[in-house]
């Protein structure tokens, strides 16, 4: 049949993922980096996945479609809630059980603010001289870097709710691979802040909610959000935006964003 239905131009879609989150019913996917209409069936044409697209990717189209199947839409949301419920089910569990013992999950917490950074030796100088410079010179010249993570655990998918930690914390929230991408993170994003870590797509949860309990129920005082710029980090920034704006509070906040080579590109 003839009826109208959207059309993706994957040459001007960015990947944000907005379009398939906004469609109730389950007709988009990101799909290596590009929204897909993978259901047509599942595309009731009302064109919910519109108003929100940044790059005006998404437009109506009349062609030949297979028609709405409300009731194929009906049974796909219930087995999608049904996993969620069988994940958090999961996730409750496995809480329970560390907090029976586990110490990978035990609570920690760390007083890194007055912990110097140690002297150390210099990558390439086992033999005690480069560049023409005596060992103790050497040695004196290099600061061993210090870790400034300030508790355990960093997982977002681990982490309390509510913890001594976060009483009158300044919160980093920041994609997995920012670490590994930029090399001074320790000292200049996470020093004096609780971090909280994950990837969205990795996990392929959505984090605000809990971020939202965290944010509301702690006297937190600025949130910091770190990502790379690869478009599935959008969906950590929109979690934790969306969890500024629904905890109630008025917090000052910021979007760093880290290149795949290493640099602040904002």
């Known amino acids: ?37 993978t259901r047509e069936n599942f595309c009731d044409g009302f064109g ?6 940044p790059m005006g990717a998404i437009t109506f189209e009349e062609r030949e479609a297979p028609a709405y199947d409300a009731q194929a839409v009906k049974k796909a949301q219930e087995e999608k809630k049904m996993g969620e419920m069988n994940a958090d089910n999961m996730e409750a569990m496995m809480h329970e059980h ?8 035990r609570m920690m917490q760390f007083k890194r603010e007055d912990m110097p950074a140690a002297p150390g030796v210099m990558p390439g100088m086992a033999q005690g001289m480069t560049l023409g410079m005596a060992p103790e010179a050497a040695t004196a010249a290099y600061v061993k870097p210090a870790s400034r993570l300030a ?53 392929a949860v959505d984090y605000s909610e809990k971020l939202t309990e965290i944010i509301r129920d702690n006297d937190i005082k600025s949130v910091t959000i770190v990502r790379m710029e690869v478009p ?13 704006r629904n905890s109630g509070k008025f917090i000052p906040w910021q ?3 880290i290149s795949r080579d290493g640099r602040i590109l904002d």
Not at 48 to 53: I, K, Q, S, V, W
Not at 161 to 169: K, S
Not at 232 to 244: F, K, M, S, V
Request: with cysteine.
């Open 151 to 203: 508790q355990w655990p960093c997982q977002i998918k681990l982490l309390p709710t509510q913890a001594p930690f976060f009483n009158g914390a300044k919160l980093l929230i920041a994609a997995d691979c920012t670490a590994y991408a930029y090399a001074n993170m320790h000292e200049d994003f996470m020093k004096g802040r609780v971090t909280l870590i994950g990837c969205p797509k990795l996990d």
């Open 255 to 257: 979007v760093v964003t």
């Open 1 to 37: 049949m003839v009826r109208k239905i959207i059309h993706i131009d994957e040459e001007k879609c960015n990947g944000c993922g907005i379009c398939a989150d906004a469609c109730h019913e389950g007709a988009i996917e990101i799909i290596d980096g590009k929204a897909k209409l």
């Open 48 to 53: 919910d996945c519109l108003p929100g697209c």
């Open 98 to 105: 560390h907090e029976g013992g586990c110490p990978g999950s």
């Open 232 to 244: 599935c980090c959008g969906g950590l920034q929109r979690a934790a935006e969306t969890a500024l």
